[in-house]
């Protein structure tokens, strides 16, 4: 009776352990609930989608037609005092045409729709201005006034070769401008710096020296060199105008634009399951790989996402050796006692302030004072306009690495406590000295714990946002850090980062709608990137580990 009575009764604190239990698949499920949503919708947003010739009858009783692809199908709330019910249908419509319309979104309510088709003869337009437009083509008008109506059977095959010929065109003169005219821009800048440091040192007299002479006459070249360039740029703009197509809208209404404008079209009720899917890798590679166009809604995001990567490599750079060397001095060098412990406890407490607190210190410290500094000793010749004494990319990195070093001291230290001390005595005993016995025993050792630190900081790093406003990040940046123009790193510059490509897409941009899918893509793409940066440094940890596992415990 009595080993009974045990075995029936529960242990004391079980309940807890199933309560912990509930705890951790609560918050694995929130977890993977996030990511889902954020998965799905931010490859939703590269699918195309079917166009819908929808009829809606208005309340005063005329009928109405557009076009739209269905982007959300949902219930609203409806009015008090409403006979209907509490609540009803309603479709969010993707109608584009924002020079037309002043919108891209359209809101409809489910007894409202009369009839809905697919008429197969819809185009879908990108364009480099004013978003997509769907519409109906009705004919090409060439260069020399000759007209393809969009009922013959060769119009498809010339709009497509017109539009290819209009993308070749604008590589052209965009490779122009921003590159060739772009270098010559930053060549003359650098002479004429040169010949103000000349005439400052040398006075009226800088006129008759020879590299004065040769400066003027290079900058007479490039001049001339420039105005040929921009005229060719001209006229390749120039060409883009030359033939137009004229489409209709939805409500009957024709307009033209310049085919130079279409970036690409395809008719999205005509093209099968694999024509969808080339059209998403399509998507998705202008995404990566172009810049951002209309107030960063539309194009692509390849700025932010090499700025972002730049800036998490430069910080990681930057904060390992601060990191890892006051971790070595505090644990293997400083006597222990209250002095030491104090600067512990200021340690992890500095890993508990505020970021944007960091970003204030870094505006004062990094830019008004060293960047200012610098300015004042190396570039003077370019004074009143900052070079270093205003953010950019290496005050962001340094403000980012005193923000997470904490983290790598912290991590460093329990790294170089875990390991034995009899194998400090062992190698002592063998006649090394203590500095060689942490460079050759210890430091390898604890190589995964220091790895780890740096994974950590590197993902607080990587989503850090609101320091980056303050230090250097900018809603756009043609300008990358590192280029083909010398001196090749441009660390001075401002970048643009994805954390603040978000934010400003979510609460800046000025259509929300059209914004809204580009922010959960973005969102995809910075933790896909964290996700990356952080897979390399487990590997590169775990490779340590079983390296030094053996040969050290």
């Not at 933790?527 to 030094?548: E, W």
Request: proline share 4%; charged share 20%; aromatic share 10%.
């Amino acid at each position: 009776m009595q080993n009974t009575f045990f075995t029936k009764v529960r242990p004391r604190g079980e309940s807890l352990v199933w309560f912990t239990a509930t705890g951790l698949v609560t918050g694995l499920l929130m977890i993977l609930f996030l990511l889902g949503l954020v998965v799905y919708e931010g490859v939703s947003v590269f699918w195309p989608k079917r166009v819908e010739a929808v009829q809606i009858s208005n309340t005063d009783g005329s009928v109405e037609t557009l076009l739209g692809a269905i982007i959300m199908d949902r219930e609203k709330q409806m009015d008090a005092g409403t006979a209907h019910g509490q609540k009803q249908s309603e479709y969010q419509f993707f109608v584009g045409n924002k020079d037309a319309y002043g919108q891209m979104f359209r809101f409809v309510d489910a007894d409202k729709i009369i009839s809905m088709s697919k008429p197969e003869n819809v185009l879908r337009m990108k364009r480099v201005e004013y978003g997509d437009a769907l519409a109906y083509p009705v004919k090409i008008i060439l260069a020399d006034k000759t007209e393809v109506s969009a009922d013959d059977k060769f119009f498809d095959g010339v709009f497509r070769q017109l539009i290819d010929e209009s993308n070749m065109r604008r590589e052209q003169y965009m490779h122009i401008e921003k590159d060739r005219i772009g270098a010559i821009n930053t060549r003359m800048e650098q002479n004429t710096l040169a010949l103000r440091t000349l005439e400052r040192e040398h006075g009226a007299d800088y006129a008759g020296l020879s590299e004065t002479k040769e400066l003027t006459v290079e900058n007479t070249g490039l001049q001339a060199e420039f105005e040929t360039l921009a005229e060719e740029a001209k006229r390749l703009r120039e060409k883009q105008n030359e033939t137009v197509l004229c489409y209709r809208l939805a409500d009957g209404s024709e307009r033209t634009i310049a085919i130079g404008n279409i970036m690409h079209a395809y008719y999205p009720n005509r093209i099968s399951v694999f024509g969808r899917l080339g059209e998403s890798f399509a998507n998705i590679w202008e995404f990566l790989s172009e810049d951002p166009r209309e107030a960063n809604t539309e194009g692509g995001i390849f700025p932010a996402i090499f700025g972002t990567f730049v800036m998490t490599v430069l910080m990681s750079a930057l904060v390992m050796p601060f990191g890892v060397l006051a971790a070595i001095y505090l644990r293997e060098y400083a006597k222990q006692g209250p002095f030491v412990n104090a600067v512990r406890i200021a340690i992890n407490n500095l890993a508990g302030v505020p970021s944007i607190v960091y970003g204030v210190f870094g505006v004062g410290f990094f830019v008004y004072l060293v960047g200012g500094s610098i300015d004042r000793l190396l570039y003077s010749d370019r004074l009143p306009t900052p070079t270093f004494g205003t953010g950019g990319i290496l005050w962001a990195a340094f403000t980012l690495a005193l923000m997470t070093v904490p983290v790598v001291v912290v991590a460093t230290e329990e790294a170089l406590a875990s390991v034995p001390r009899g194998v400090r005595e062992a190698s002592l005993a063998c006649g090394a000295s203590k500095w060689q016995t942490i460079q050759r025993i210890v430091l390898p050792a604890s190589a995964p714990g220091i790895l780890t630190g740096l994974i950590l900081a590197m993902a607080r790093g990587a989503g850090e946002v609101a320091p980056l406003m303050l230090v250097g990040v900018v809603k756009y940046a043609p300008m990358l850090p590192l280029d083909g123009t010398f001196p090749y790193i441009h660390l001075e510059r401002k970048f643009m980062h994805l954390g603040f490509h978000i934010y400003d897409l979510g609460f800046q941009s000025p259509d929300s709608e059209a914004a809204k899918p580009m922010v959960f893509a973005t969102t995809l793409l910075l933790i896909l990137l964290v996700v990356t940066l952080n897979i390399g440094a487990i590997m590169i940890r775990n490779h340590l580990r079983k390296k030094y596992a053996s040969s050290v415990f």
